[in-house]
């Protein structure tokens, strides 16, 4: 492509190279586009279509992803979702070495899901909604909560505000007041400690040399997730079509 095209000379360009080579078109939802700053109107399917009649828009499988079983695990999200889930394996043996009792592992090692598998910002309060219905309640509070603890030390156990934060968000960060007033209830909550100690666990500067499978937890995961037998994303649950979300991630409708 020159560059002496406009920009939506050069998205038609794109659009057609994408229909000649393809016989899908991929349509983005709107919450891709603006998280590249991009506010120009999705392509247009339709002018695609014209250009080449075999050309589809994706309503089922990506052809550009793993296939995914029809009933699908946690563990499946893990193996065929989810990007490098280090971080998580090695919060969860570190809760384990810890003495936490088994939901609470399994809440370490689901604590940042949403940050692998879906979206970053607000990524505790996202989490604890995509496990709700299969975890004890304590597990999505505790979840929910180390989005916001993680930002208030708590010197009882020895949590200080994480130095990395001091580096990548500024000095001069504060949270968000939503944030700070979800503190406030949360401090007092009976399960307060159970979301500190997903804070406790997180560990920030892992070590890239350890090497955590996540089949060290699958008995943790059968005892304290109770997996849908028609597979997440199927099972008719309020959360049934987060998990879809991300099994088609660019599904047209
Ligand atoms: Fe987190
Ligand atoms: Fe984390």
Redesign the pocket.
């Known amino acids: 492509m020159n560059d002496t095209m406009t920009l939506s000379q050069r998205a038609d360009a794109l659009e057609q190279k994408m229909s000649d080579e393809l016989d899908y078109i991929v349509i983005k939802s709107r919450l891709y586009s603006t998280a590249d700053a991009d506010m120009s109107p999705a392509p247009n399917a339709g002018a695609i279509m014209a250009a080449n009649p075999r050309a589809r828009v994706l309503m089922g499988d990506d052809p550009r992803l793993p296939e995914m079983p029809a009933k699908p695990t946690l563990a499946d999200f893990f193996h065929y979702r989810f990007g490098p889930a280090a ?2 394996l090695q ?1 969860a043996r570190h809760a384990v070495k810890g003495g936490l009792s088994e939901k609470m592992v399994l809440a370490c090692l689901l ?2 899901i949403s ?1 692998i598998g879906f979206i970053r910002g607000d990524h505790g309060y996202w989490g604890a909604q995509l496990v709700e219905p299969y975890v004890d309640e304590e597990v999505t509070w505790a979840i929910r909560a ?1 989005q916001v603890l ?1 930002f208030y030390p708590d010197e009882s156990v020895g949590y200080e505000y994480p130095a990395s934060y001091v580096k990548t968000f500024g000095a001069d960060y504060r949270p968000d007041a939503y944030i700070e007033e979800d503190y406030k209830r949360m401090r007092d909550h009976k399960w307060y400690m159970s979301g500190r100690m ?1 804070t406790v666990h ?3 500067s892992f070590d890239p040399t350890v090497e955590v499978e996540l089949e060290e937890f699958t008995d943790i995961i059968g005892r304290n997730f109770r997996q849908p037998k028609e597979g997440l994303g199927f099972d008719n649950s309020p959360v049934a079509h987060m998990w879809r979300a991300m099994i088609r991630p660019a599904k047209y409708l």
Do not use: K
Request: no cysteine.
């Open positions: 971080h998580l919060s604590h940042d940050t180390h993680r997903i997180d560990i920030y």
